[in-house]
């Protein structure tokens, strides 16, 4: 059955705005039917139907008879001279009859995608690109050899189904992606955020019950390889031929038709034939679509056209450049800021709010590879523990605010006295702890004194007057070739040595 004999007739009725509709029966409110409110109902019904493996001509027959406008179109088709019908055909089941369930259901797709494409420029690119690869399977199974003719064309109109639905919400970009050259188009739906449409309308068949096999030609019609299945290979070839007629097409795109064709078993002169007729063809079914795309130009022509339509080609290449590049300098920036978040939760979790000192979890961290490290290169290190002496009177004769301003002096000062190396921090309340990694007692002791020292000139401005710091500190040290300590052990000797230094009158330092 060629194209004419399916399309013939006049175009598809008008339809109610979709709130003046009501579903019909048996259709649920899915992401399917919502696309289909924009169709006609009788013929998104009887396209429902179709693809059911029980379905019979006389349930089809029920259901267009209740459609007028699908009626009007059957029977225009029937009665085509193409069809060659010596009489004329006025009953709808004997039309129904001749064109077989697989006739019905090619003229309910295509009242769907007409209704489906918006009129316009934008609309009839949409259109237009459906319609060619329609074309292009069905010309493609003809010279196999194969019967099935429907079902080519059925797969074909549908290869850009996900384009199509993009179109009713976002019909400029839809529009720009389909008048791009076929081979970049996913990349340019991917760079645009967007799903590739062979995934859009695969589950789009696939929701509306299309047998698996469509279903799978239309999601593999942009493959890198040829599939094996026969249905899903005459799409790709479909789509490689009907690319020869779009954006940027030349002599390669030719060539490029042909190599595809050879891999489906087309010979070379088919394909020139194949070639040679889909233009006219194109243009027939845009008629029956009641659509005007204008004159489809032969692809001699094209080629000879081939130097202005490069500059086109330039210009979006251009453009998709210019988009990947954003994607490309967003995706950096959004990098950087997740690496910068994540730099500053990692400090947040190990620095002391108040004393911008490492904290508690910090400290155990570095003292256990400090210990460990001390332990592999047989050298000393030494745990400094400080508390500052009679904190609760500050807290309590001054108030909280200067007991505060007290912590974060006395952390400055750690800060600003230890080594390079040397690892202060707040242990917890009034109390501090410093590593001296590589340090003896003697040069524990030393940098102790050095830190207890600077703490008590340091003053603190109070609204009683001014206040003086000291500190009592107690110094361990770890000589892993005499004694293995442990982090716990290690602490306990320097927090007994730094009571010690309590008991003996404060502001002092003891060793051990």
Known sequence: MVL??????????????????????????????????????????????????????????????ADPAFAVRLLATVNSAA????????????AIGMLGIRGTRSIALGMVVSDLAPDGDDGDALIGNCIRRAIAARLLGAELGDKSGDDYFTVGLLLDAGLMTRGAGELGRAAEVARSPAVERILRERALGRRPHPEMGATLAQRYNFPSAIVAAIERHHDKDI???????VAWVAEHVASAFEAGAGEESRNVAVAAARKLGVADEAISRVLERLPEEVSEAASA??????????????INDARYQLVAMARQYQELINTLNQVLADKEALAEELRQANRTLAEMASTDALTRLPNRRAFDDSLAKDMARTERRAATLCLAVLDVDHFKQFNDTYGHAIGDDVLRV?????????????????????????????????????????????????????????????VSIGVSCYVPQDEK??????????????????????????GG
């Open 83 to 94: 069809f060659g019908g010596a009489t004329a055909v006025s009953d709808l089941s004997r």
């Open 485 to 510: 300590l442990t982090q716990a052990e290690l602490f306990e000797r320097a927090d007994q040595l730094l009571y010690r230094s309590k008991q003996e009158g404060r502001n002092r330092v003891s």
């Open 289 to 302: 679509f009641n659509r005007d795309l204008g004159p489809q130009p032969n692809l001699d022509e094209l």
């Open 410 to 470: 006395v952390g400055a000062t750690l800060a600003s006295v230890v080594r390079q190396g040397d690892v202060p921090a707040r242990y917890g309340g009034e109390e501090f702890a410093v590593i001296l990694p590589d340090t003896p007692l003697s040069g524990g002791l030393i940098a102790a004194e050095r830190i207890r020292s600077a703490i008590a000139r340091q003053i603190v401005c109070t609204d009683k007057g001014k206040v003086g710091v000291t």
């Open 227 to 233: 599939p094996e299945d026969r249905l899903a290979a």
């Open 4 to 65: 004419r004999e399916s399309y013939g007739g006049p175009a598809c009725s008008q339809v109610a705005p979709p709130g003046d509709r009501p579903y019909p029966s048996g259709m649920q409110r899915t992401g399917v039917s919502t696309e289909l409110e924009m169709a006609s109902l009788g013929a998104a019904r009887i396209l429902q139907a179709a693809v059911k493996e029980d379905v019979s001509l006389g349930e089809l027959s029920e259901l267009a008879g």
